[in-house]
C-alpha cells in the first residue's frame, strides 16, 4: 500500500499530462519601410516584416500573404506562438528581427495592394511592377 501511495504523485502527473502547451496568436506589424515599392514581378516577390511583440512570452514569428478574393489586393498576417512556460518571463517586452513572406506576381502586374495589421488599424504597403527592380521590399 504504501508503494502504491508513493507512486500517486507520478502517475497524477502522467494523466494531466506533460509537456508545454503554445498556442499561436495574431501579432501586428512594426513599420520600418515606406509605404509603397516598385518590384520587378514575373515571380516570387518577398516582403520583410518585423513583427511587433506583445509580451516577452511571444516567439516564433512567421507569416504568411493571402489573396483577399478582390483583384490586386492580398492579405498579409504574422502569427507568433506563445507557450505556457514562456508565460512566467521576467522581462515586459521582446524583440523581432524581420521575417519574410512570399507572394507570386505576374510580370505585368497592375498595382498590388498588400493589407497587414500595424497599431490597431490596417495597413497597406503598395507594390508596382516595372520588369527590372529586385523582387524584396521592406513593411
Not at 56 to 85: F, N, W
Not at 110 to 122: I, L
Request: net charge neutral; charged share 10%.
Amino acid at each position: 500500500m504504501k508503494k502504491l501511495l508513493a507512486l500517486l504523485p507520478a502517475l497524477a502527473l502522467w494523466a494531466g499530462g506533460c509537456g508545454d502547451t503554445c498556442t499561436t496568436k495574431p501579432a501586428e506589424a512594426r513599420v520600418t519601410g515606406p509605404a509603397s515599392c516598385t518590384v520587378a514581378g514575373g515571380g516570387p516577390v518577398t516582403i520583410h516584416v518585423t513583427p511587433a511583440c506583445a509580451s516577452c512570452a511571444d516567439d516564433a514569428p512567421k507569416c504568411d500573404i493571402t489573396a483577399t478574393g478582390t483583384a490586386g489586393s492580398q492579405q498579409l498576417d504574422i502569427q507568433v506562438r506563445e507557450c505556457d512556460s514562456n508565460k512566467g518571463c521576467s522581462s515586459a517586452s521582446c524583440a523581432f528581427g524581420p521575417v519574410s513572406c512570399s507572394l507570386t506576381l505576374p510580370a505585368a502586374c497592375g498595382p498590388v495592394q498588400v493589407m497587414y495589421r500595424t497599431g490597431g488599424a490596417t495597413g497597406t504597403l503598395n507594390l508596382t511592377c516595372d520588369g527590372s527592380s529586385p523582387n524584396s521590399c521592406t513593411i
